[in-house]
Antibody
Framework: EVQLVESGGGLVQPGGSLRLSCAAS????????MNWVRQAPGKGLEWVSYISSSSSTIYYADSVKGRFTISRDNAKNSLYLQMNSLRDEDTAVYYC??????????WGQGTLVTVSS | EIVLTQSPGTLSLSPGERATLSCRAS???????LAWYQQKPGQAPRLLIYGASSRATGIPDRFSGSGSGTDFTLTISRLEPEDFAVYYCQQYGSSPLMYTFGQGTKLEIK
């Protein structure tokens, strides 16, 4: 069974940093591209970042470019999102999601990031 | 950047009825890269349809997707109580890679 479990969310002040993790199991992690998708409270879904299976290709949404860094450790079956210079508008539930056919076929349960002073 | 517009914003129907949800793109979208998701309160989204018309693993056949170009449709043939949720469409764009979602349609019990 495919499982994705996010962790690392919490309350952080504007301008602060946070590192999210996603532990993957139930599939060959190193064979799949992965993504982060977020959802602000009461709002819709927003794609954040993509990383290919070998980490050779990385993309970001314009809203986080230059502030967020996606990475992965295939030996540890883990995906990460380093978030710096956090803003109020980054407050959201952050989901890690496995890439299917240019869609997201499995999602974690999400971790809440709250940016507030 | 392609914008996806979903309609209606809210759809009120009764169990047993047929639901038709629309997703319109601001530019032509490859049918291969149009997906639909279901999200219930407090839960992660679940992939329903990929490639505009293919059901994801374990999705009941009352869910179907259709469309091409700029107009896509998700149809639920006979609504079950568990189908009342928010539905999102999503497309993939290249050069550079990016994914965009529609704003969602809330399907509520009438």
């Amino acid at each position: 069974e495919v499982q994705l479990v996010e962790s690392g969310g919490g309350l952080v002040q504007p301008g602060g940093s946070l590192r999210l993790s996603c532990a993957a199991s139930g599939f060959t992690f190193s064979s799949y591209s992965m993504n982060w998708v977020r959802q602000a409270p009461g709002k819709g879904l927003e794609w954040v970042s993509y990383i290919s299976s070998s980490s050779s290709t990385i993309y970001y949404a314009d809203s986080v470019k230059g502030r967020f860094t996606i990475s992965r450790d295939n030996a540890k079956n883990s995906l990460y999102l380093q978030m710096n210079s956090l803003r109020d508008e980054d407050t959201a539930v952050y989901y890690c999601a496995r890439e299917g056919f240019r869609d997201f076929d499995y999602w974690g349960q999400g971790t809440l990031v709250t940016v507030s002073s | 950047e392609i914008v996806l517009t979903q309609s209606p914003g809210t759809l009120s129907l009764s169990p047993g009825e047929r639901a038709t949800l629309s997703c319109r793109a601001s530019q032509s979208v490859s049918s291969s890269y149009l997906a639909w998701y279901q999200q219930k309160p407090g839960q992660a989204p679940r992939l329903l349809i990929y490639g505009a018309s293919s059901r994801a693993t374990g999705i009941p056949d009352r869910f179907s997707g259709s469309g091409s170009g700029t107009d896509f449709t998700l149809t639920i043939s006979r609504l079950e109580p568990e189908d009342f949720a928010v539905y999102y469409c999503q497309q993939y764009g290249s050069s550079p890679l990016m994914y965009t979602f529609g704003q969602g349609t809330k399907l509520e019990i009438k």
